[in-house]
């Protein structure tokens, strides 16, 4: 498979590559060149930290019922 250098020095990349390198708009690539001459191209986005909360996401625990929160908004509680 190959590609045409534009003007600018772009080249657009094949849409299967894209999806094998799990790469879409705004991702950011990396090329790294071998000892041997070849270029290899690379999704440069890492698997992030995790932060210091991760582990609060996604679990408020346990609370008010709608109709509780309801009867409190209403002034009935």
């Not at 657009?12 to 090329?31: E, H, N, W, Y």
């Amino acid at each position: 498979m190959s590609e045409t250098v534009t003007a600018d020095g772009q080249v657009t990349i094949p849409k299967d590559v894209r999806d094998q390198l799990g790469i879409g708009p705004g991702s950011r690539v990396a090329f790294v060149r071998h000892a041997n001459g070849t270029i290899e191209i690379q999704n440069e986005e890492a698997p992030r930290k995790p932060g210091r909360f991760d582990k609060f996401l996604g679990h408020a625990g346990p609370g008010p019922s709608t109709d509780e929160i309801m009867e409190m908004t209403r002034g009935e509680a």
